[in-house]
């Protein structure tokens, strides 16, 4: 039986890759490396590097093509189709090598924060033994670079997308709120007064890019600190956190 080794690698510095994240890929004998070919190869030449730098002898690494989304389909849909597509792509390079019994998948920061690899792996068929390293999240990356707590005293916290900040404004009776996945600074959406932003962009990596401050003021430095790194790069991956006061 197959041991799918689903290992959190941190969100872009080789520091952040934990020991038990280095045995778990150097005693790995398949390493898939996702190839997005949109302008991130520089993440699958990173996770190279990664399993290049922890092995003395690398497994055998597989580059698998990501499927595309079919924009036709509702958004829900169009996401289980992909995973769906994604899973038979993992299956067509494990069957490469019927002689691999531990297969790695390195995962950017942690499996569990808004990554659906635990989802695609569940669809995998015969199911492998599973095993998920914890990563360093994009999320702690955010807090450590601003030196803050994540919660206030006793205080809870919302973790979102910037499609939901958009789309619903303010969660309701949230004092702190951490927002991934904006690709269009959906913080405009919102009353800023009363409202602080601590915002990063690359975290962990050389370009890294922070903003802070009250978001009135601070707002739009991030709009234009965003178009500037996102023409210069290509691409760009930016995580922020609001906190109301009062
Ligand atoms: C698909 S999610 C993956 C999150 C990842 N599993 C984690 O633990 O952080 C991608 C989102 O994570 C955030 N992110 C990941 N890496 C980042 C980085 N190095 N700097 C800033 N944000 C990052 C961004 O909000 C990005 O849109």
């Not at 509702?74 to 038979?88: F, K, M, Q, S």
């Amino acid at each position: 039986m197959i041991t799918l080794h689903l290992i959190g690698i941190g969100t872009g510095n080789p520091d952040h890759v934990t020991m038990e994240a280095r045995h778990a890929i150097a005693g790995a004998d398949l390493v898939l490396v996702p190839e997005k070919g949109d302008g991130k190869s520089d993440l699958a030449d990173l996770r190279r590097q990664i399993v290049a730098q922890v092995c003395d002898a690398p497994p055998v690494i597989e580059g698998f093509g990501m499927p595309v989304r079919d924009p036709a389909l509702p958004y829900l849909e169009r996401v289980e189709r992909w995973h769906d597509a994604i899973a038979a792509r993992w299956s067509e390079a494990i069957a490469r090598h019927p002689q691999a019994r531990d297969v790695a998948l390195l995962v950017w920061g942690d499996p569990s924060l808004y990554d659906s690899t635990l989802r695609i792996a569940a669809r995998l068929d015969p199911q492998p033994r599973l095993r998920v390293v914890a990563g360093i999240t994009s999320l702690q990356a955010l807090t450590a670079a601003h030196a803050i707590p994540l919660n206030t005293v006793n205080g809870p916290v919302v973790i979102t997308t910037g499609r939901q900040l958009r789309d619903h404004g303010w969660p309701e009776g949230a004092e702190t709120v951490a927002v991934m996945l904006d690709g269009a600074c959906s913080f405009d959406v919102l009353e800023p007064d009363g409202i602080a932003i601590w915002w990063g962009a690359f975290l962990g990596m050389e370009n890294q890019i922070l903003e802070a401050g009250p978001l009135a003021e601070a707002g739009p430095r991030i709009v234009a600190a965003r178009a500037r790194a996102r023409e210069a790069h290509g691409w760009i991956m930016d995580i922020y956190l609001l906190r109301r006061s009062g």
